[in-house]
């Protein structure tokens, strides 16, 4: 196994890159995974792997089975903590590929689908927060729409504890999206105070999609115009709104409710 003891390593430099960097990720398509509980769920997940580092003197584990051409280094505990974005990750680090996550690679399981959409999402503990709760209730997929940070962000990755590699993921612009969703006679259902009603109205036992937006600047016009109903959950303190992951877990369990919970 090759080792690396050096912070001034040349991956080492990368990996940093990477962990920073979303303009660097996306140039090259790879992204950062610690911890061998999401490494296990992005196995799960089928994403590919190009790199392993491992730092012997904490990781006593076993690795999970790896085809033959990804590379297994062993790092000191120097470089380890150099490249951690997080100190409790079991001192194992692996180097991903980007999935292609386009509509054209979604494959959905269910005849009446159900779909979180999650529009102008900017901060990535949000975004992690909504891969949970979608994957705690089991939605069919994810669509991101226009998000403002990357998919592969470390902080995305940790906020949804891995939730990343267990949903189907889409990420388009709003338009595509919403084209999709209308060719496949999909209800759209777009969280937002303007002309709605209460969520707990609306029957979503057909195929339908949930669309919420970002905290600051809400869900656009384009969603709230497309959608066949905009609903609202009736605020009874002094604020209109909640946490969009909060107010997007509330909608989707009244669909799963409505669904009892098959």
């Keep these: 196994m090759k080792s690396i003891s050096s912070i001034q390593n040349s991956l080492i430099k990368q990996i940093t890159k990477l962990q920073e960097k979303s303009s660097e990720r996306k140039k090259l398509q790879l ?9 296990n769920l992005a196995v799960q997940g089928k994403y590919e792997f190009e790199t392993f580092l491992i730092c012997t003197s904490i990781y006593n584990g076993e690795l999970p089975s790896l085809s033959e051409d990804i590379e297994l280094i062993e790092i000191s505990i120097e470089v380890y903590e150099k490249i951690a974005y997080r100190k409790s990750t079991e001192g ?26 999650a529009e102008g999402i900017e901060k990535p503990g949000n975004l992690g927060a909504l891969l949970r709760t979608a994957d705690a209730a089991d939605v069919d997929a994810v ?7 990357d998919l592969y962000n470390p902080n995305v990755i940790r906020s949804s504890i891995g939730c990343v590699f267990t949903n189907e993921i889409v990420v388009g612009s709003s338009e595509e999206l919403i ?15 303007q002309n ?3 969520y707990t109205l609306e029957n979503y036992t057909g195929g339908s999609a949930i669309a919420v937006g970002s905290e600051a600047h809400g869900i656009s016009e384009e969603w709230r115009t497309a959608s ?10 002094a604020i209109d709104s909640m946490n969009v992951s909060v107010s997007a877990a509330i909608l989707i369990f009244e669909a799963k409710r409505q669904r009892n919970f098959k």
């Design 31 to 39: 992204f950062i995974i610690e911890g061998i509980r999401e490494i």
């Design 92 to 117: 194992i680090i692996a180097i991903a590929k980007w999935k292609n996550n386009t509509l054209s690679h979604l494959k959905l399981k269910t005849k009446k689908p159900l779909i979180l959409v």
């Design 143 to 149: 669509f991101l729409a226009n998000p403002k940070c």
């Design 179 to 193: 084209q999709y969703l209308k060719n496949n006679q999909f209800d759209i259902y777009t969280a937002t105070l």
């Design 196 to 198: 709605s009603n209460n």
């Design 228 to 237: 066949r109903k905009n609903i609202n959950i009736p605020m009874q303190g």
